[in-house]
């Protein structure tokens, strides 16, 4: 007997990501050269202090139980982290660890949202944000993030009817996909529109640590009424290479936090105990390997950008994140232009439109390959790939 899945699971599909992992698989096949430039997994190694951290909870037996909740000890050195690296105070009370922003995000939704409830959404925009959204029941309304308005959202746009049924607007900056960075006073106007209209703000801080030519990755949480309106998901996975730890943490308004807390209480165990000794390691510890790995990024950036104009594609700088996102040439699409690097050049990206409509006309690769790999594929981009289509 076929067992036929939930209806609400209809709404989900692979799509574009199932089938540039197909045709990665068959160029593989063949024997080429494959340059994967679609996944944003870092490529360093986690830091030696961290690594001991976890070896050494892994041999104590007690850590085998049960994480009820999230540690004492991972509190306060996240606390302590904050205060540090932010200027941020915050108390133990108004944080919640989850396993990973993509499944904090996931959640969420179903926490915060009624049907009815709108939620403000960036195009092109990271997929989990709609379907925590959709599980939520909430409707969503898209906002474009496009380059003639520096990829920053125009709350003036969105219709003060749609505002005023919004239960929250997710920003995240700097931004994935779009590589852009936002300002204080962008996120200030954010809080001014919450207070008026009544609606949250959800911040999505992933890549304050990759941040390039002397802008500042900043918390939101650092801004005047910030708590009062919203939260932030602060994540270990890219500054600290910890991405198979999923040590994420949903941080701020005290009545947004209970509220995730209380609908995760009914499905989850908290985070590990030496996933939890891992993350203190990491905010204990000494952070000159994450502005390393920054200005590595950089040079990454430097090396395929520069490149790609020096051969003629038009491009611009990515202002944070481990990701550029490239004009696609004239003649093609997202999707032709992805599938005639994948064939010309063994080159695999992803294809904007997997973010959303207004991502059509764009590419994204990921900064995962060293600065001489870089200039490699520049090279093999200039050999193989037909610009005038």
Known sequence: MEYQHAKRLDHFTTGIFAAMDEKKAELMKTGRKVYNLSVGTPDFKPMPHIMKAVEEAVRDPDNYKYALRDSDEMLDALCAYYQKRYGVEIAPD???GVHGTQEGMGHLGMAMCNPGDIVLLPDPGYPIYEAGSYLGGAEVYYYPLVREHDFLPVIEDIPEDVLRRTKYIVLSYPSNPVGAAAPKS???????????YGFFIINDMAYSDIIFDGREGFSFLSLPGAKEVGVEF?????SFNLTGFRLSYLI???SIIDALKLLRSQYDFGISYPAQKAAIAALTGPLGQVKVQCEEYRARRDALCGGLRRIGWDVFDSQGTMFVWLPVPSGYTSMSCIETLMDTCGIVGTPGTAFGPKGEGYIRFALVKTVDEMNEIVDVIAKNFPFNK
């Open 252 to 254: 701020g308004n005290k």
């Open 186 to 196: 962008m996120y200030l106007k954010m809080i001014e529109y919450a207070r008026k």
């Open 94 to 96: 108004e944080i919640t």
């Open 234 to 238: 602060f994540s270990l996975s890219k």
